[in-house]
């Protein structure tokens, strides 16, 4: 079973699939995606020193036919496929539905269907091609755990899901998937000075702040999308990223287990703490 679903930023999708009207005949770039290797060379230096890998975009190629019963009815599916796939819109949605699961990334198409001229045919072959800025195929329910749910005095490890803990404030939280994610942190109720650390990468973010009993922290740490933000309560909402200390990282939660701990200046107790976050994939 293969279905795939872009749905644009209007709300609008097209579901492409093994079944009429959108038969999908070939599928490319849903693995492999380029690297780019960064080296450099000194004086006299055998070879090249490594300083890091990066990936570049992914580029997903969809062949395909429109089957339809009529000429007008092929006109409508190609209208559609037009209208939904219009690369002025700017970045979708691309929801892969495999026999290993569900993935979503963000695509844009690269230019609007490619639609060859079949003038008294019912069938009509297709192109697509999406780029996807962000290479890494994402879960499409994101992993939510209120940290403040496990503090208690049971002394056993505990297993939900991915995540493994002790009855506290630290708990450790596994990524399985093949990358960093970006985490979102929410703190809810009052309390001083709130602060997250990643005990295993000995990485924290601080806010210096007291968080009034009405109010939410939100800290996300996704890259170019550095947030800090209190809401009140009653949907208003403000950037509270002055308000950060400057010894913080905006970390993220590396592949494997990670150790977090929470903690305030004044030793709070009816503070909630979520820590949200979706895995990332380089291929499906």
Not at 4 to 12: D, K, P, W, Y
Not at 136 to 143: G, P, Q, S, T, V
Not at 193 to 211: A, D, M, S, Y
Request: hydrophobic fraction near 35%; glycine fraction near 8%; proline fraction near 5%.
């Amino acid at each position: 079973m293969r279905k795939l679903t872009f749905t644009n930023t209007r709300g609008e999708s097209v579901i492409l699939g093994n079944t009429r009207p959108f038969l999908v005949t070939k599928l490319e770039g849903t693995g492999a995606v380029d690297a780019d290797i960064q080296m450099q060379k000194s004086p006299f230096q055998d070879g090249r020193t490594f300083i890091d890998s990066l990936l570049d975009v992914r580029t997903v190629s969809i062949e395909g036919a429109i089957v339809a019963t009529d000429l007008l009815e092929r006109t409508s599916r190609r209208k559609k496929l037009i209208s939904v796939l219009n690369p002025k819109l700017g970045p979708g949605t691309l929801r892969y539905e495999y026999d290993g699961g569900v993935k979503v990334i963000q695509a844009i198409p690269d230019m609007s269907p490619t639609l060859p001229d079949r003038q008294n045919s019912p069938f009509q072959k297709f192109l697509l091609t999406l780029i996807c800025p962000e290479p890494f195929w994402l879960d499409e329910k994101a992993r939510e755990y209120e940290m403040s749910d496990f503090v208690g005095g049971m002394q056993f490890p505990l297993r939900l899901g991915t995540m493994f803990s002790m009855r506290g404030s630290k708990l450790v939280f596994k990524n399985a998937g093949d990358v960093e994610s970006p985490i979102e942190i929410q703190f809810s109720g009052a309390c001083q000075n709130p602060k997250v650390t990643n005990l295993t990468t000995g990485e924290f973010i601080r806010v210096n702040r007291e968080i009034k009993a009405n109010e939410t922290l939100i800290i996300t740490t996704a890259f170019g999308n550095k947030r800090v933000e209190i809401d009140d309560g009653d949907g208003n909402v403000q950037n509270a990223f002055h308000y950060i200390d400057l010894d913080s990282t905006f970390w993220q939660m590396k592949k494997g287990d990670n150790k977090i701990q929470y903690s305030t200046d004044d030793g709070a107790t009816n503070v909630k703490v979520k820590i949200i976050w979706k895995q990332r994939y380089l291929g499906v």
